[in-house]
């Protein structure tokens, strides 16, 4: 068993955890904030076989897009932490997704 972290755009998380359902897979969703943008983006737990690792990758990056994003003023990082070297109002990519895969030492339901 392995639990499959993947962090995704808001816009494609509806889709993304449509097709994994219609893939058969257990989902949970959180709602949760990039430190580097400070925008929200969605956490997606998957707990699957290893077997499955494959699919579930694929199913994500299929609709997991790119996308040009503005990185923040230097005001966005409050105590003005802005990384160096970063000139203002550039752009970054974001996504498509990000996935960590973890081995899972139990998982029980009751
Ligand atoms: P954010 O932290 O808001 O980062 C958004 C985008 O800003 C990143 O896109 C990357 O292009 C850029 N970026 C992030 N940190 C940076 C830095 N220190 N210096 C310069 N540019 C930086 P993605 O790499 O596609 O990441 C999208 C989101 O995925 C991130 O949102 C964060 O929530 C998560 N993420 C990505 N890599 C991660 C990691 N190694 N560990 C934990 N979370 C990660």
Redesign the pocket.
């Known amino acids: 068993m392995k639990l499959i972290i993947a962090?995704v755009n808001n816009e494609d998380s509806n889709v993304v955890a449509s097709a994994l359902t219609k893939e058969k897979f257990f989902v949970t969703k959180l709602s949760?904030t990039?430190?580097?943008?400070?925008?929200g983006?969605t956490t997606f737990l998957i707990g699957a076989d290893e077997a499955e690792i494959p699919l579930v990758k694929e199913t994500i990056k299929r609709f997991s897009k790119t996308r040009a994003?503005d990185a923040p003023s230097t005001g966005s990082f409050g105590t003005g932490l802005r990384?160096d070297g970063?000139p203002a109002d550039t752009a970054?990519?974001?996504?498509g997704a990000?996935v960590f895969v973890l081995g899972v030492e139990s998982m029980d339901k009751y």
């Not at 970054?92 to 996504?95: D, F, K, M, Y």
Request: aromatic content about 6%; overall charge neutral.
């Open positions: 962090i949760t990039g430190g580097f943008l400070n925008v983006n994003h990384p970063l970054v990519n974001v996504g990000t």
